[in-house]
């Protein structure tokens, strides 16, 4: 069997994508380990998650920092001496610059909160409330120099109910948020997944359509791969 996968995780805030990560290693559901988590937050929750673990975590502050460039310089320095195989943003705040996300790009994945491509950014529950959305969810895509907009790999759908708020969509969402993220990166434990000219490759063929999240399991949306067309 392959060693664990070594995971370092991106985190600003509350960390519970963080702990379904930890919790799945510990279950033995994930055979990969947290090797370290970072933040640009000295006080995010999610680091003392780490601690309590034993998992180093460490915060920069980016005003001690001359420009975006030398905090994700200092940040992606420390994060490399630590190896990481997978690098997780999970509720990562901040916007990472290029030349960090263009040079671990096979290797690194965000979990954002709505179906992309619709609305990136901030907000995603009441922005998809106020749209009129019969559905929203999240979505796992790999990270590339634009914000929200790297290839999706898996995403989980939930219906917005007539008397949702912000508040109860994002309550309701969660729990599916932390499976999806989960099952994605066993996806990543079993080296099935990579990137090229924006569509997501599995098993080195490209998808047509991102993995859905149903009766809790990825499941491949049909038709499974691109056809030559669409490519
Ligand atoms: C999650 O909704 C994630 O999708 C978004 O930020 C939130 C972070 O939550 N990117 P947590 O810190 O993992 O609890």
């Known amino acids: ?5 070594r995971i370092a995780v991106l985190a600003s805030g509350r960390g519970s994508n963080l702990a379904a ?7 033995d559901e994930l055979h990969a380990r947290v090797i370290g988590v970072w933040s640009d937050r000295p006080s995010a929750p999610a680091l003392d998650l780490a601690r309590v673990q034993n998992i180093p975590a460490q ?6 920092f001359i420009d975006r460039e030398a905090f994700d310089r200092a940040l992606f320095a ?3 001496a630590a190896l990481p195989d997978l690098i997780v943003c999970a ?6 610059s290029a030349a960090v996300v263009a040079a671990h790009s096979q290797q690194m994945i ?3 909160p709505s179906l992309l491509p619709r609305h990136p950014g901030l907000d995603t529950h009441s922005r998809a409330i106020a749209a009129g959305d019969s559905d929203h969810g999240a979505s796992v895509h790999f990270m590339i120099p634009a914000l929200d907009a790297g290839p999706v790999i898996a995403q989980t759908p939930i219906a917005i109910r007539a008397d949702d708020n912000p508040q109860s969509l994002a309550e309701r969402l969660l729990p599916a948020e932390h499976e999806l993220l989960v099952a994605t990166v066993a ?9 090229t000219d924006g569509r997501v490759l599995i098993d080195g063929q490209p998808l047509a359509a991102p993995l859905q999240m149903i009766d809790d399991q990825l499941q491949p949306a049909s038709p499974i791969l691109a056809s030559s067309d669409d490519r």
Request: glycine share 6%; net charge positive; hydrophobic share 45%.
């Open 78 to 80: 420390d994060i490399d």
């Open 59 to 64: 915060s920069l502050r980016p005003r001690d």
């Open 21 to 27: 990560l930890l919790r799945a290693c510990v279950a």
């Open 91 to 96: 509720g990562f705040m901040r916007i990472l």
């Open 110 to 112: 965000n979990i954002h």
């Open 187 to 195: 996806l990543f434990t079993r080296h099935r997944l990579g990137h």
């Open 1 to 5: 069997m392959d060693r664990p996968l």
